[in-house]
């Protein structure tokens, strides 16, 4: 017995002992990375000031770049070149009040963020990678993934960026659920015909990954959620519980154009879920439907007009290009536009 005892306390200190290491060892690296980040924000600062003193020479800031990386590389290596020092002087000049560089972010993230020319958007991918500790390769995709510019689709600048400062939480699916959806990281070949099951199976696999790309506060429920109704079995694709808006989410998974039975199919599970599953303080269940392509008219026809919990969201095995993600925008800007004047006519 005694044994026992004292095996059970020497694991819980075994525990403890790991839990202080590895605690130590991340604020460790979170501190020299940060280090890092105010070299590069003290040197921006001191070649901001000297170019400052020649700014009736235009050229002067490049020269004085060049001529300070060609002493500094020699002696300190490749991480002061002419590309770093330009952008440690960019950095500087977006970010010259201290206090708004954030302990929480490195050295590669603010690379990324000082490439981003629109202030607004730069803004949001810098909240959004501290209020959810994405690493720098998370950051990276989702700026490559157009995240930023795909929920502007349904939502619009303000409504985003207050919510990103956490001024106010998510009160639509709409603010979360990302039309199109961004499913690269599966690694899948577009191909004349695969099954739901093979894509089910690789967002399995791709579990962490696809919960970064359905956005904030989603939680993994099940896999083929069986439903008894009497006597007939269902099974829904994949459920997930959003913390945000406090509800299910239901998602089914085709690979095809949307139809107007996949959309009854989806309602049925959703109807299920806030009937059996769904506690009285809880919102109503969410169902997105996720599929190849889709048919906007056919989805507000068949579904109720004051329907707002079933979404349709087409799905892409590639990242989008910059250039498609800005004709949808503008075609969305024209129809808003359009539906204004109409109004006030």
Not at 74 to 99: K, V
Not at 239 to 263: A, G, M, P, S, W
């Amino acid at each position: 017995m005694a044994n026992e005892l004292a095996y059970i306390k020497t694991d819980n200190l075994l525990s403890d002992a790991r839990l202080i290491i590895e605690n130590a060892r991340h604020n460790a690296v979170r501190s020299v990375n940060f280090c890092r980040v105010q070299m590069y924000w003290h040197l921006g600062k001191r070649i901001f000031e000297e170019e400052q003193q020649g700014k009736e020479r235009a050229d002067y800031g490049a020269y004085l770049v060049k001529t300070l990386a060609e002493k500094l590389e020699n002696e300190y290596g490749s991480g002061f070149g002419e590309r770093q020092l330009e952008r440690a002087r960019q950095f500087y000049r977006l970010y010259q009040i201290p206090s708004t560089v954030r302990t929480e972010l490195n050295w590669s993230q603010y690379k990324l963020l000082i490439a981003i020319s629109d202030s607004d958007k730069r803004q949001y991918y810098e909240l959004e990678a501290v209020n959810n500790a994405w690493t720098a390769r998370e950051t990276e995709r989702q700026i490559a993934s157009q995240l930023y510019e795909r929920l502007l689709l349904s939502n619009d600048k303000e409504t985003l960026l207050a919510t990103a400062r956490k001024e106010r939480q998510p009160e639509s699916p709409t603010e979360i659920i990302k039309d199109p959806m961004i499913l690269e990281f599966l690694g899948l070949k577009r191909k004349p015909i695969y099954y739901e099951q093979d894509l089910e199976q690789a967002l399995i696999e791709h579990l962490q990954q696809f919960l970064l790309e359905l956005g904030n506060g989603f939680t993994f429920v099940a896999r083929q959620k069986r439903l008894l109704i009497e006597d007939d079995e269902f099974f829904a694709d994949l459920v997930f519980y959003n913390r945000l808006l406090r509800c299910f989410v239901v998602i089914e998974l085709k690979t095809h154009k949307i139809t107007h039975q996949d959309l009854g199919q989806l309602q049925m599970y959703v109807n299920y879920f806030d009937r059996y599953e769904k506690l009285p303080d809880e919102n109503p269940t969410i169902g997105i439907l996720l599929c190849t392509a889709k048919n906007d008219a056919m989805v507000k026809i068949t579904l109720p007009e004051n329907s707002s919990n079933i979404l349709a969201s087409q799905y892409e095995l590639y990242l989008p290009t910059e250039k498609l993600l800005k004709e949808e925008l503008d075609k969305l800007t024209q129809v808003q536009e359009k539906f204004k004047e109409n109004k006030e006519d």
